[in-house]
């Protein structure tokens, strides 16, 4: 018998545990969230979890965001597995009526403009699924123009998708589909239990509530949503949720000395709803506009029009602090460019914050984590007698196969392949100290590559954290020129690496 209540106590616990890492930055003056709830009175299905903002956010569409809706489901099994198929079975979701893309289009009815509506679970899809080709690397939201595009024919991949989701829903043509679909986010593969306790942890800690002790066997907010659950209180703004912080007295005491560093963001995609926080408006460089999805709008061009926004940015922010914490929610280029704004000779203090499974961390050069952490493997290929150089740099995942395909097809002045591989893995690198440590042995080896000819082009291809880039962009000094490139995280262009800017 109790093992057959465990999952339902798990279940219930990893729905609270969304609930309290959104809910944490109400008590976060920088956050645009104003309002979060469970179990809450809105569309059957995405009611797990709302989450209500103002002003309105940004994502990866036209329209700005007041409201994301969540459907959160937990898994014993870490490995199960689901397709576009299981969309249309209302099984997959545990129900025996409806299915989740009937549900979604009742709560589109229902929600009206400017609502997301989000689906977490810790299954993944398939591998070679047709779903897999449509949820973005950026937000997580389904690919609409992707799904769209193409042959218009219900025989092809996408169209075989359309067909099942349109027929299913009885709609009447594919704009009607894409009006239920349009806002619909798939958070596959979501974070354990334990990995969603540490991150609440540590956003706990940064807006200070007392949550645990590491040596508690216990997590006093699982029994804590259980009990407010039984009281009738599901949903909190600002005002009620500090003041239940202070009546359960997980409120610590904050001490009266001003952060001395300035909270600066740089986004040029946004994450899920906890990740919109950090800086206050007016030290946020906000690019989302100025792409689609992860893409650099045809209009625009990298070296003219995105560079110089960061630098002028990142300059008024100096004569403002000498000290700022960075949340690099962009790319890798704007990270090299962060860096190389912010280099070693600049005087400014920095912190960055590295967003990962577990949620941000505060780095710095100085915290000491690269005493006795891992270096990196350095291999050198002969690509042929081209003069330039190619640089892959592999932690998350193995930028080398992409990197020298890309030099093969496109960079015959390319002569040789320097690899600097760790990993792969979303933890390897320790904190800021590793980070630098790993930046500048990358810079020093091509240095000396590069010996007395110190004109010779780089071209770096990345796998890696921000915090990385953005020590590299400190050392551009010692590898420029320098062209840095953006990888094809959708596979909606080139399925490939793409030149951003170079750097003189």
Not at 439 to 462: C, I, Q, T
Request: with cysteine; net charge negative; proline share 4%.
């Amino acid at each position: 018998m109790a093992d057959a209540v465990l999952p339902r106590w798990h279940g219930d616990n990893y729905q609270a545990r969304v609930f309290w890492e959104n809910a944490l930055n109400l008590l976060d003056g920088t956050s645009c969230i104003v309002e979060v709830a469970f179990e809450a009175d809105g569309p059957k299905a995405f009611d797990d979890v709302v989450v209500r903002y103002d002003p309105a956010v940004v994502r990866s569409g036209p329209e700005r965001i007041t409201a994301d809706y969540h459907q959160v489901k937990w898994h014993v099994e870490y490995g199960g597995r689901f397709g576009y198929e299981d969309l249309v079975d209302p099984a997959f979701i545990g129900a025996t009526t409806f299915s989740i893309l009937q549900r979604l289009r009742e709560a589109r009815e229902k929600a009206g403009p400017g609502a997301c509506f989000s689906f977490l679970t810790t299954y993944r899809i398939k591998d070679g699924d047709p779903l897999a080709d449509l949820v973005s690397g950026n937000d997580r939201s389904l690919l609409i123009e992707k799904l769209f595009d193409g042959t218009k024919t219900d025989g092809s991949r996408m169209g075989k998708v359309r067909k099942l989701w349109r027929e299913h829903l009885g709609l009447v043509d594919n704009e009607a589909l894409r009006g239920v679909l349009v806002g619909f986010r798939i958070f596959d593969g979501h974070r354990s239990l334990e990995e969603l306790k540490e991150s609440i942890v540590l956003r706990a800690k940064t807006v200070g509530v007392i949550t645990t002790m590491p040596t508690n066997s216990d997590f006093r907010l699982d029994e804590l949503a259980r009990a407010l659950k039984k009281r009738g209180l599901n949903s909190f703004t600002r005002e009620t949720f500090r003041q239940l912080c202070q009546d359960e007295s997980m409120l610590a005491e904050v001490a009266s000395a001003p952060d001395p560093y300035l909270p600066v963001a740089l986004r040029s995609f946004l994450g899920p709803a906890s990740d919109i926080m950090g800086a206050l408006p007016e030290h946020t460089l906000l690019l989302t506009d100025s792409f689609r999805q992860r893409y650099l709008r045809d209009d625009l061009d990298w070296q003219r029009d995105i560079r110089p926004q960061v630098a002028d940015f990142l300059r008024a922010k100096v004569v403002r602090s000498p000290m700022l914490r960075l949340i690099l929610d962009a790319h890798a280029s704007v990270a090299f460019i962060s860096g190389a704004v912010l280099d070693l000779k600049s005087g400014v203090s920095i912190e960055l914050v590295q967003k990962g499974r577990v949620g941000p961390r505060v780095w710095r050069a100085d915290d000491g984590s690269e005493s006795e952490a891992p270096t990196f493997d350095v291999l050198e290929h002969r690509l042929g007698d081209g003069p330039e150089i190619a640089v892959a740099i592999s932690v998350a995942q193995s930028a080398e196969t992409a990197a020298r395909t890309y030099c093969e097809t496109s960079l015959s002045k390319v002569g040789r392949l320097l690899v600097f591989a760790l990993g792969p893995s979303q933890r390897v690198v320790l904190g800021g100290g590793h980070a630098a440590a790993l930046a500048e042995s990358v810079a020093n080896r091509l240095r000396s590559v590069k010996g007395n000819d110190m004109d010779v082009v780089a071209h770096v291809f990345a796998a890696a954290p921000n915090a990385l880039l953005f020590y590299l962009g400190q050392q551009h000094q010692a590898i420029s020129p320098c062209i840095v490139y953006e990888y094809d995280f959708d596979r909606r262009g080139n399925k490939s690496y793409h030149p951003s800017m170079i750097m003189d």
